[in-house]
Structures are given as structure tokens and as C-alpha cells.
């Protein structure tokens, strides 16, 4: 009997180049060059990957594993080979359910027919393609490598190869998009008729190639007609039977990403690799982010650990105090800036999380883990966001939820500012 489910992230910090606007954790080829030959990087990668997960294997003993998902980077830069490998070490370490979403995000540009049927063989039922635009020019602003032409080779290649089940990702509010363009790369997705499809509005992050460009920055969309892109791509969508489940994700009917809900709904997950993040025990920590370390610490777990602990000074009693069932085992040595959560903090993130959900939360389900009604804990917040016309409750199944109405979406994270319990 396993006591809970458990996700599982797969972080593979590759790419043939960096995105002009991702500041993820991640090495384009030249990089990857001048660390090792790019060849001999990814062996070596994959092979410290495996010493983690064994390293896990008796902590996540007692877990199902219900989702897998790779991400990156770009997973699919690795040869296949290297990607089925892994696959088989979770499947060897941890209990692995048959029917268990397994997800990985392809760039066009680093895919085949091949290495779809490879991936198809290996038990990975779910594609992530990222496009971002059906428009050349705007691939190019954004630094992709691949253009329109090679992303609908390599989707009908995925389907070819036996894929029903594949996201389409796509950036809107881009510098100097008009309303005409976006809605015609919602056109153009839909007619492909993927499974599900993400449509997010482009975020400048500070440090990337993008932010640096303040020309580029000049031609942004304003506000108002960055939320008329978000309208119609929801008005789009919804028209040609795709479900609005979560503020940027799109489905056909069943066809959530069970991976990226479990995020959403509280689920516990690990995150392998560098810079990978976790949710497990109600704790939250990060893999450490320098690649060297990464390599040192997993060639010698038992030195690194013991060195890693000597230096941590107070992050190690928070690590002895509130991983007890980690005391034995090795992968703590990876670990940085745990953070236990408190009953506030759980409940916050609830909220947050729960939130990005069109269904919302539920009142009886914040009752059952918090023990206290929600319409007591947050009284003030929901009274003060549902006169604004920005909450709703509702009825469903018996049960009463909280969601955003479409009002609140556009401002959601002025709502959610009222969840923080002071």
C-alpha cells in the first residue's frame, strides 16, 4: 500500500540555444563546448542523474510515481538513448504505475521520426512541442532555432509515430504582435487539433538577451491590448472545443496534463537534476545550480554529503531536524535553501495555487486538510474580491467552490495578494 502519489521532474539543462527571453536554468551548445565536448557532457549528466535517483530510492519507497515529466532546456537534444536511460532508472528505483503520465518538451528543431517511435517505445505517452509563434520573424526576435515549416513536419512526424496526445505551446504579447497576429496563431494551432495547448503572454525577465534589448522593449503591446490578446485567445479556444481549465492551459476533454494539475492541486514532487526544485513532506528545496558541484557531490555522495553538512552551518539542523526519514541516504547533499511550510504557508498556497484552476477551490476539501472552514480563514478577502466582481462561489457536485470570474483572471494576482495571512 503506498501512502501518497508523487510526481516526478526531470530537469535536462540543454538546449542548441538559449531562448532570447529564458532565464531557466540552461546551457545552449556553445556552452555546453566549452564545459566538454557536448557529447561527453551529456553521458556524464545522465550518469550523476541516475546516482540521484538511486540515491531516492529508499526515501520514495512508500510512493506511487503517477506523472514523469522532462523538461529543460530541451530534452530532446539528448540522444534517445540517453533519455530511455533514465527512464529505466526510475523505473528500477521507484514504483512507476502503468498508466503513469510520462511527458517530455521537444524543440522541432532536435526531434525525428525516430526519436518519436523511440520515446513511443519507451512508454513516454506525452509531447510538449514548443512553437511559441506560427510567424518566422517573430521565432527569430524570440532566438528560437526552428521555424513554422519544421515545427509541422515534426508534429505530423509525433502523429506519424504514433502520438495522440501532444501540447502546443505559444507566447503572445510580443514586441509589436497587433490582436490580427495573435488570433491567427490560435488559428493556426487549432487546425492541427492537438490534444492541449498553453498559450502564455511573453514575460521579460531581468538578465535575458530580450530585457537587455530596450529598442525592442519600446514596441511591447500596452496593457489593454495584451488582455484583449488573452480575451480572444480564450474566446478562440473555447469556440473550438477546447476547455479553459487553468489560466494559460487549454484542453480537449480528459486531456489535462496530469502533471502540471499536480502542481496546481498540492501534489507532492521531486525534481532531479540541477537546479531541480521539490514539494515532498511539506518541505520545499532546490538541487544545487553550479553543474561542477552537481558532478562532484554525486561522484562521492558520501564525502560530499558529510562535507556539504559541515559547511551549511544552520540549513543542516533544518535538514537533520525535519528529514529524519532522509538520515540515512544521500541525497541531501544536493540540497539548498529547504524550507519547512507551515500550516500559513500550506494554506496560502492553496489559495494561490487552487486558484489558477477555472474550477477553483473547494471549501470542503480546504476543511478536510486545514481543519477550518475557509470561509472563516479568509472571510475579509473573499467578502472584499467577490463585491469587486472578481470571485464567485458556485455549487458542483454538492460541494461549494471559490473560483476567479474572467474579471479576476485579468488581475489575479491582485486577488491573491489577499490570501497572505498577516
Request: charged residues 30%; hydrophobic residues 35%.
Amino acid at each position: 500500500m503506498y501512502k501518497g502519489k508523487l510526481g516526478i521532474y526531470v530537469h535536462i539543462p540543454f538546449c542548441v540555444r538559449k531562448c532570447n527571453y529564458c532565464d531557466f536554468l540552461s546551457f545552449g551548445e556553445k556552452e555546453c563546448k566549452r564545459m566538454n565536448k557536448a557529447g561527453e557532457l551529456y553521458e556524464r549528466y545522465v550518469g550523476a542523474l541516475c546516482e540521484e535517483i538511486e540515491a531516492y530510492r529508499e526515501p520514495v519507497k512508500e510512493y506511487a510515481v503517477g506523472t514523469i515529466y522532462f523538461g529543460g532546456g530541451t530534452p530532446s537534444v539528448l540522444d534517445e538513448y540517453l533519455i530511455i536511460k533514465i527512464l529505466d532508472k526510475l523505473r528500477d528505483a521507484f514504483y512507476v504505475e502503468e498508466n503513469a503520465e510520462i511527458t517530455i518538451e521537444c524543440n522541432p528543431k532536435t526531434t525525428s521520426f525516430e526519436k518519436f517511435k523511440a520515446y513511443l517505445g519507451a512508454g513516454i505517452n506525452r509531447l510538449s512541442l514548443g512553437l511559441q509563434s506560427t510567424d518566422d520573424r517573430y521565432l527569430k526576435m524570440l532566438g528560437r532555432v526552428h521555424t513554422y515549416e519544421d515545427f509541422l513536419i515534426q508534429y505530423e512526424q509525433a502523429i506519424a509515430a504514433g502520438f495522440n496526445n501532444i501540447n502546443v505551446d505559444i507566447i503572445s504579447a510580443l514586441p509589436s504582435q497587433s490582436l490580427h497576429e495573435c488570433e491567427e496563431d490560435v488559428r493556426r494551432v487549432v487546425e492541427l487539433k492537438p490534444a492541449h495547448i498553453s498559450s502564455y503572454g511573453l514575460i521579460v525577465e531581468k538578465g535575458t538577451p530580450l530585457y537587455n534589448d530596450k529598442e525592442l522593449l519600446k514596441s511591447l503591446p500596452t496593457d489593454e491590448t495584451s488582455v484583449k490578446m488573452y480575451e480572444r485567445t480564450v474566446e478562440l479556444l473555447e469556440q473550438s472545443g477546447y476547455r479553459h481549465y487553468e489560466i494559460s492551459n487549454y484542453c480537449r476533454e480528459g486531456m489535462e496534463s496530469r502533471h502540471n494539475s499536480s502542481y496546481w492541486t498540492g501534489t507532492s514532487y521531486l525534481g532531479l537534476g540541477l537546479g531541480a526544485s521539490s514539494y515532498f513532506n511539506n518541505q520545499r528545496f532546490h538541487n544545487v545550480t553550479k553543474i561542477e558541484e552537481y558532478f562532484e557531490l554525486l561522484k562521492d555522495k558520501q564525502k560530499g554529503t558529510q562535507k556539504n553538512i559541515s559547511a551549511l552551518g544552520n540549513e543542516s539542523y533544518v535538514i537533520e531536524r525535519d528529514m529524519k526519514e532522509f538520515a540515512n541516504i544521500k541525497p541531501q547533499c544536493l540540497w539548498r535553501e529547504v524550507e519547512k511550510l507551515t500550516e500559513k504557508d500550506r494554506m496560502e498556497e492553496f489559495m494561490f495555487l487552487g486558484l489558477r484552476m477555472m474550477k477553483g477551490v473547494s471549501f470542503s476539501e480546504f476543511e478536510e486538510r486545514f481543519q477550518r472552514p475557509l470561509e472563516k480563514v479568509y472571510k475579509e478577502a473573499i467578502e472584499k474580491h467577490k463585491k469587486a466582481g472578481l470571485l464567485r462561489e458556485y455549487e458542483e457536485g454538492g460541494d461549494i467552490y471559490l473560483s476567479l470570474t474572467k474579471k479576476g483572471i485579468m488581475v489575479s494576482n491582485q486577488v491573491f495578494v489577499d490570501f497572505i495571512i498577516e
